[in-house]
């Protein structure tokens, strides 16, 4: 019923920037929240950074004054733009959405952070 598109991700060396999209695939629907989640192998899947429709947000504490979550609430589109990136930053980047009760998980993008 609800597919989240994520683009944007790929290899930059420490210190770049990348940017993030992830977009609905329908504008039917309306997600309280919306945002980021990632995983590095043999890791836990963490919170990066979450919003709501009116524009409060949370994330983690290892990416503040990095990393920025916006979002577009007409086009159902969530945005993360990453500066300052770090080797640790690498990890496949979910997109993730709520409404209702429900959840719903994007197929990941792959973000690789070089030396």
């Known amino acids: 019923q609800v597919q989240l598109v994520e683009s944007g991700g790929g290899l930059v060396q420490a210190g770049g920037s990348l940017r993030l999209s992830c977009a609905a695939s329908?504008?039917?629907?309306?997600?309280?929240?919306m945002g980021w989640y990632r995983q590095a192998p043999g890791k836990q899947r963490e919170l990066v950074a979450t919003?709501?429709?009116?524009?409060?947000?949370n994330s983690a504490d290892s990416v503040k004054g990095r990393f920025t979550i916006s979002r577009d609430n007409a086009k159902n589109t969530v945005y993360l733009q990453m500066n300052s990136l770090k080797p640790e930053d690498t990890a496949v980047y979910y997109c993730?959405?709520?409404?209702?009760?429900?959840?719903?998980w994007g197929q990941g993008t792959q973000v690789t952070v070089s030396s």
């Open positions: 993730y959405a709520w409404r209702v009760g429900l959840g719903y």
């Open positions: 329908s504008s039917a629907f309306s997600f309280a929240i």
């Open positions: 919003m709501t429709t009116d524009g409060s947000t």
